[in-house]
């Protein structure tokens, strides 16, 4: 693995340390005169600070009431010619047409993105844009390399690009091998990670992987046991010639490290050796980095500090796993690289991923007042809205903004795919609760070139879709619902690395107009802390009703009794969770009563375990 020594600063977290309430909002904004949507009053922007109370907002936001509709063809048109966005180099157009901001809306934004494109600059030069850990974020670095702060920089990323090039390389050819394995070559990938180090390889295999990969994807995202030995039974045989690949930017994070534990364990009960079949995907030196170091895993692949988890798709994290299957990760790196390019513009109109900003601050009052459906037409892509939930929410969803005030920003994300969903909620985004607008993403292409037959006179499948789109995105609007579209010409690594770029820099502009720091995830720990607590008294639990057990006769022991001799009366309500979820996996006996009655119960161990007693 490529020396990463001397590129991680560490500092302590800088939390918000005031929070103001600042009451600063004027009248609506009026509506544009040459095109109007009438929404009912949306917040006025307030003056450009960054201080904005934007939660505010919400106590002017407009009301649900049904938006007239505009009625005149020739301005909707004249609106979708003025709007519409094309980058030509990748054939990715972007509609904002349906979404119903004024022109007086478009002269403020203008104001307040000066500054988001400022941010965005000094956050691409190496600034320390993620304040509250004190990091850099350079995810656009990964497919620029020239645009790193440090030189060191550049060579790791390049030499990182190759390394995941040769190794996938060597897997694919059967110059690496399992060393077990009858067919002599690597055919399936386990990929063992969460959160941002699952969403992006599962996004890109479900949109890019071919028919027949040199190499299937499965993962395991969970700390479900259930889960996890399905994953592992589906192998079968077949895990002689699994790759495990190990992701984990912390290298420690518990659900991650349960999956590589569980999957050891497979491979050892088949007599298999795990480290010849091994990678980590991970920070140096981390856990996870020295486990494989120390028990000599195939390969190690670095991931950087200043790379985001959920914008991490484009390191070795998302790279390894696309190239294993025969994806071509240097296409995808181009398509992000020229939508970087493409959305460093200034000039708002012409910015893809300005617009996209601009648009879910007018939708959702720049408070996320409303959720953003994503709604992709083509099953490849059925991914994307889950990729985006983590993108989106865990960049978006913030307590503070960035001077301490309280604001609670967030947008919610949610959505699979056309035309299915059409049959499932649409009916409630037409005619029910007003609290959404939507993202169609179209692809032109319906089939490869040669394969598309009509299916009746004139109309093919890829017809249907069309229309089921068009239709739904019209029957919307009809009902005052705005959205927006995004249309690429082929589903293609190069086109999935531009979408992602897109929706990574509108992501961070937005968070620059509301204010927030968009690379942290302080809200996370929280659960994670819990959890541990949990486990922490469920050993305390066990430990009493050991001693208990071992008792002769044996003592069987009510909640009370349990809870107070853990010394945790106020956690009875949990240990009676603790005590249920073992009793339904046969690891405690209940000797009266049952859980479905929790007063009633007495609970003893199957048997008394001595060394546990005294230690
Ligand atoms: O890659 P890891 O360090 O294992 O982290 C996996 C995930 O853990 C946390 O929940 C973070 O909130 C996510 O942003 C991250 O992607």
């Given at each position: 693995m490529a020396s990463l020594s001397g590129l991680f600063s560490s500092s302590p977290s800088l939390k918000p340390t005031k929070t103001l309430s600042v009451k600063a909002f004027s009248a609506p904004p009026t509506r544009g005169d040459s095109f109007s949507?009438?929404?009912t009053s949306k917040p006025t922007l307030l003056p450009l600070t960054l201080s904005t109370p934007h939660s505010l907002a919400r106590d002017i936001s407009h009301t649900d009431a049904k938006k007239e509709l505009i009625k005149d063809p020739d301005a909707l048109w004249k609106r979708y010619l003025d709007w519409l966005y094309q980058q030509k180099d990748l054939g990715l157009y972007l509609d904002v047409s349906r979404v119903g901001f004024t022109d007086e809306f478009v002269v403020e934004m203008e104001e307040r993105f000066k500054s988001a494109f400022k941010a965005m600059d000094e956050l691409e030069k190496g600034s320390i844009a993620n304040p509250d850990e004190g990091r850099m974020v350079g995810h656009?670095?990964?497919?620029?390399?020239?645009?790193?702060?440090?030189?060191t920089l550049k060579t790791l990323i390049e030499n990182t690009l190759d390394s995941i090039c040769s190794f996938s390389d060597d897997i694919i050819s059967g110059k690496i091998k399992p060393p077990s394995s009858p067919t002599g070559r690597f055919t399936q990938i386990l990929s063992v990670g969460i959160g941002g180090s699952a969403l992006g390889p599962q996004f890109v295999a479900e949109a890019l992987a071919p028919d027949n990969p040199p190499l299937k994807i499965r993962f395991i995202d969970n700390t479900d046991p259930a889960g996890i030995d399905h994953q592992i039974a589906q192998l079968g045989e077949e895990l002689a010639s699994t790759l495990v690949i190990v992701i984990s930017?912390?290298?420690?994070t518990p659900e991650t490290r349960n999956g590589l534990l569980e999957v050891q364990k497979a491979f050892r009960d088949a007599g298999l050796n795990f480290a010849k079949q091994g990678v980590a995907i991970t920070q140096e030196n981390s856990l996870l980095d020295n486990t494989a170091r120390i028990e000599g895993w195939l390969a190690r692949f670095p991931m950087y500090d200043w790379v985001g988890g959920r914008t991490?798709?484009?390191?070795?994290?998302?790279l390894l796993p696309a190239a294993l299957q025969g994806i071509d990760i240097r296409e995808m790196l181009a398509g992000a690289a020229i939508m970087d390019e493409a959305t460093r513009t200034t000039s708002l109109k012409n910015n893809p991923a300005a617009l996209l900003a601009m648009c879910w601050y007018w939708a959702s009052d720049g408070v996320g007042s409303k959720d953003m459906v994503i709604l992709p037409y083509k099953d490849s892509l059925l991914l994307f809205s889950r990729y985006l939930q983590q993108l989106v929410m865990e960049s978006?969803?913030?307590?503070?903004d960035l001077d301490g005030n309280t604001v609670n920003q967030g947008l919610t994300v949610y959505g699979n795919k056309g035309s299915t969903d059409q049959h499932a909620y649409i009916q409630q985004l037409r005619e029910?609760?007003?609290?959404f607008f939507a993202t169609f993403i179209e692809v032109l292409r319906d089939r490869p070139p040669g394969h598309d037959w009509e299916l009746e006179p004139g109309v093919t499948c890829g017809d249907y879709l069309f229309g089921m789109l068009q239709g739904t995105r019209s029957a919307l609007y009809a009902n005052g619902r705005e959205s927006i579209s995004v249309t690429i010409e082929e589903v293609t690594p190069r086109s999935v690395g531009a979408i992602i770029a897109l929706y990574e820099r509108a992501v961070g502009l937005y968070a620059s107009l509301v204010n927030i720091n968009a690379y942290h995830q302080p809200g996370v720990e929280a659960g994670k802390k819990a959890a541990a607590e949990v486990l922490a008294l469920q050993k305390r639990v066990l430990s009493v009703l050991n001693e208990a057990s071992c008792k002769d006769p044996v003592e069987p022991l009510t909640l009370d009794e349990i809870a107070d001799r853990c010394h945790a009366p106020e956690e009875i309500e949990m240990i009676y969770k603790i005590i249920a979820h073992m009793s339904a996996n046969d690891r405690v006996l209940i000797a009266e009563g049952s859980c479905g009655s929790p007063r009633s119960v007495k609970v003893y161990l199957g048997e008394c375990n001595v060394d546990d007693m005294y230690a």
């Open positions: 949507f009438p929404h656009y670095w990964l497919r620029n390399s020239s645009l790193v702060p440090k030189p930017k912390s290298g420690g991490s798709v484009m390191s070795a994290v998302g978006l969803g913030k307590e503070f029910g609760v007003h609290n």
